[in-house]
């Protein structure tokens, strides 16, 4: 610990600057934490952690363009490429060199606000997402006018260290101004927004998510420190989320007939006609367990065949091309191995 923290520690608590004191603290704690004295931080952030929330009460009236968004507490199961570019992103913000502006792209329902949300809980700090709708207006040059006040609010937030800013979705904001089909009111807010991240206060922390990133405006992109693409999950990846999504389900629910070699499976089958992301995987496995019978251990099963592969379970001969054993077969048809075993082989006497 440097003395000027102690200074400003002093100097804030005398002002009663609550938001500026705990952000002085909060960094004091990760000082400690980075030179190996874990417990003393543990302890320091122990101590600041008597209210629920890095805004105070009194700013909640200024937030006229931002709403806060709940830090994501749920298991976040990302491929290593971009677990490394997450950490990378944490250790920037921790080594407070002025690298704080980043930009997630990557189709719906790749993790990109989730990812954001768990940036938040693990630094300590609280995200507000820009609202656009209150910031976009139909009147000539009014958007621009918003947009400068944004970045003014922005730049004058009493903690700026406890936050991060997101801008979800902007491609809102900020298509392409060379555009012919862009309007020119947007491709003057373009501008604006652009002269605003110019001069983002160092402290903060700005992360903007789009699925549009071929649109967006070249000038845009370069203000940007770093870009992670979160379009790189493979089939093998999709499969380990699937099957973590659905441990950590049956867990929570008390769910106990487990066969992860049927699940595996059914889940292999679905991927083959399907690209799924992990949102998207994520809905139907806990819908799949949501709507399953509790007095047949294997409704689960059935009911995941069908919603992940979009098919109905017709016949044994059907399944077994699909690569079923007897016994799995059994489960999905509802049936005895015995009856699945001479369907089977009647079939094949018919041939």
């Known amino acids: 610990m440097k003395k000027k923290d102690v200074i400003n520690l002093i100097k804030y608590h005398m002002e ?4 500026a004191f705990r952000s002085e603290a909060t960094q004091i704690a990760r000082d400690f934490d980075q030179k190996g004295d874990s417990d003393l931080a543990e302890y320091i952030m122990g101590l600041l952690s008597t209210t629920n929330t890095l805004v105070p009460q009194s700013f909640d009236e200024e937030l006229s363009y931002f709403e806060k968004m709940d830090h994501n507490k749920e298991m976040l199961l990302f ?10 992103i944490m250790n920037a913000i921790m080594h407070n060199m002025g690298v704080n502006k980043f930009l997630f792209v990557g189709k719906p329902g790749t993790g990109k606000t989730e990812a954001v949300r768990h940036l938040g809980r693990i630094l300590k700090r609280e995200v507000l997402m820009v609202e656009f709708s209150q910031v976009i207006d139909s009147k000539l ?3 621009q006018k918003n947009i400068t006040d944004l970045f003014h609010q922005m730049n004058h937030f009493p903690a700026p260290k406890t936050l991060i800013i997101l801008f979800d979705e902007i491609d809102a904001l900020a298509l392409d101004r060379t555009n012919a089909n862009d309007v020119r009111e947007m491709g003057r807010a373009t501008s ?10 160092d402290d903060l922390v700005i992360i903007a998510t789009t699925n549009l990133y071929k649109y967006l405006d070249q000038a845009l992109l370069r203000r940007f420190d770093a870009i992670v693409n979160f379009d790189c999950y493979s089939k093998e990846d999709l499969l380990k989320i699937a099957e ?8 929570k629910y008390k769910i106990g007939n487990r066969d992860i070699r049927l699940f595996r499976k059914i889940v292999k089958l679905a991927l083959e006609d399907h690209e799924y992301m992990p949102a998207e995987l994520k809905n139907r496995i806990k819908t799949s367990i949501a709507f399953s019978d509790l007095n047949d251990p294997n409704d689960y099963y059935r009911r995941l065949y069908v919603t992940l592969t979009n098919k109905s379970i017709t016949d044994e001969e059907t ?9 799995e077969i059994a489960v999905l048809i509802g049936s005895s191995k015995s009856s699945v075993a001479r369907k089977l082989q009647e079939g094949e006497n018919d041939e």
């Open 192 to 201: 604006t927004l652009l002269k605003g991240l110019d001069h983002v206060h």
């Open 141 to 143: 040059g009014q958007t």
């Open 319 to 327: 399944l077994r091309k699909q690569g079923f054993t007897v016994r």
């Open 79 to 88: 491929p290593d490429t971009i677990t490394h570019e997450l950490t990378g």
């Open 16 to 19: 009663q600057n609550d938001p």
């Open 244 to 251: 973590k999504l659905s441990n950590d389900y049956m867990n």
